[in-house]
């Protein structure tokens, strides 16, 4: 699965009340931003707070590997103060791969909204309407240093500041946000409301994870909106289509460990330690805390005196975001003793290929049971059609199991690559089931289609590796592969592992068939 808009990086660190010298807290930013590393980039940067207090935020980037941006930090040590120690700090980092402007340094995120470095934020995706938004500030005389399209939201930001001086961090985001098309996933850091973080996302995967001395007395955050009108951010000049219309900001409560009082305010009992890891992947993660909250599309989670709390700009989406413990073990995303993560992915198969089975197949007895979608199995055979829709290898493992599903089925199995599905605007009907097959459960293209076919009526089954991903979320039912995390872009053991479920679904559909018994029990004594 080499996916769109996926591959760049994000890692962001927050600590309160937990202190740490600026070298610590590098150390944090670079080692999340090796985790990242798999994805391909050609630059990075990080975002820290300056030497002096209350000095504007310090960036810091480079083309190049991760390590060029830290032997570049380790030559500037003098000029950073490494030994201060800060109880409250927000840090920012960021692996870029070129789409806006070459590799350079001055493209390279985090990106600032002026010279004084008040608003900076690092952005995953591509924020389509960015020329118009370019436009419009440069008649507001904000002068662009940049090719990219992210330096336009930390200058719209800017802009927004200077237009409402009185919104809080969080609503500035809203706004913000509130005017950008296209996908994209963020983090907001800024000098003047030190120790608060802003995240959002839209199109592209955004993670939390928490890390308390205490441990967290909730398994989710509530959601509650607020029915006043939001004051919208007044920007006539700038032509809007539909899309970039304002929604209202909404008043949310917060996380675990904060007493909520009558009036829905958040209190965070003083001497409260925790720390926040925000992260384009949960394998950023995983070597800190197992506890994390996956955001959805248009959420807002902002961090202020501790204390999380999630937001939305608009009242669609679940009323709670639930905290999920990950069962992923630091080893599993460790290369070990292998070369790359693709061999060590390769030499795994035989144990991954186990994973997908375990528990889900009797051999004595000849039974499968898939407990995703068990309950969906008398839906599945009212259907008239199966479509198999994917990009990438994910595509190749519906292709390799399509004369299996149509002979133990014995419905016909359309297989379509996303992308040229929504191009064509298929036709799609009730009594279809539609499979859409992610490694990351995040392709943006796959998860197009899901929306369009799920709009349309259409029963919708989701095949992912990645627990808590959008298309896991947003299926009706689905099959999780067990792979364990793959790393390396080139797909070996998740490609196998779809198969393999693949198959294990053929076997459930055609189990009170008596004329196939025979061909099952073959393809069972294969497994």
């Known amino acids: 699965d080499i996916e769109t808009f996926i591959m760049c990086g994000i890692f962001a660190y927050l600590n309160h009340l937990t202190p740490k010298t600026r070298k610590e807290i590098l150390d944090i930013l670079l080692a999340g931003l090796k985790r990242l590393e798999y994805r391909g980039y050609d630059s990075a940067g990080v975002g820290v707070d300056g030497p002096q207090k209350g000095s504007n935020t310090l960036l810091i980037k480079s083309t190049g590997k991760v390590k060029l941006l830290e032997d570049k930090i380790l030559a500037s040590k003098e000029d950073i103060s490494f030994d201060d120690s800060l109880s409250v700090h927000v840090g920012i980092a960021h692996t870029r791969w070129a789409t806006h402007g070459a590799p350079s340094d001055l493209n390279c995120h985090p990106h600032r909204s002026g010279e004084a470095n008040q608003f900076t934020v690092v952005h995953n995706g591509i924020i389509t309407n960015y020329k118009e938004i370019k436009q419009f500030l440069m008649t507001k005389g904000f002068e662009f240093e940049s090719d990219t399209d992210t330096e336009t939201i930390a200058k719209l930001i800017g802009h927004i500041r200077s237009e409402h001086p009185a919104y809080s961090f969080r609503q500035m985001v809203e706004q913000t946000i509130s005017q950008l098309e296209g996908a994209f996933a963020c983090v907001f850091k800024s000098s003047l409301f030190p120790g608060e973080c802003v995240a959002t996302r839209r199109g592209s995967p955004m993670v939390i994870g928490i890390k308390s001395e205490f441990g967290l007395e909730a398994d989710s955050i509530p959601v509650q909106f607020d029915k006043a009108e939001a004051k919208n951010f007044k920007a006539k000049e700038l032509k809007k289509s539909d899309s970039m219309k304002k929604r209202k900001p909404s008043l949310i409560r917060a996380l675990s460990r904060a007493d909520f009082s009558k009036s829905q305010e958040v209190h965070t009992p003083e001497g409260d330690a925790i720390e926040y890891f925000f992260a384009s992947d949960a394998s950023a993660i995983i070597e800190h805390t197992n506890r994390v909250i996956f955001l959805e599309d248009d959420d807002v989670a902002a961090v202020n005196r501790g204390t999380l709390s999630i937001h939305r700009i608009n009242q669609e989406g679940g009323v709670d975001r639930e905290i999920t413990t990950l069962k992923m073990e630091i080893q599993q995303i460790m290369k070990g003793n292998f070369t790359t ?122 095949v992912t590796n990645t627990v808590g991903s959008t298309i896991g979320r947003e299926s009706h039912c689905g099959v999780h592969i067990n792979a364990g995390p793959e790393i390396g872009v080139a797909s070996t053991k998740a490609y196998t592992s779809q198969i393999l479920s693949l198959t294990m679904f053929a076997l459930v559909m055609s189990e009170d068939r008596i004329s196939l018994q025979a061909r099952r029990a073959e393809i069972i004594q294969g497994l």
């Open 341 to 462: 993560f693709m061999q060590k992915e390769i030499f795994e198969q035989p144990e991954s290929v186990v994973n997908t089975m375990r528990g889900r197949i009797d051999f004595e007895l000849e039974k499968v049971m898939l407990g995703g979608i068990k309950d969906f199995v008398p839906e599945i055979n009212r259907c008239r059609r199966l479509l198999m829709i994917a990009c990438g290898t994910s595509y190749h493992s519906a292709v390799a199991c399509r004369q299996l599903l149509e002979e133990l089925t014995e419905l016909p199995v359309m297989i379509d690559l996303a992308s040229d599905f929504l191009d064509r605007s298929t036709p799609i009907f009730r009594d279809d089931a539609c499979f859409f097959i992610s490694q990351s459960g995040e392709t943006a293209d796959t998860l197009a289609a899901l929306r369009y076919c799920k709009a349309r009526g259409a029963l919708v089954i989701g």
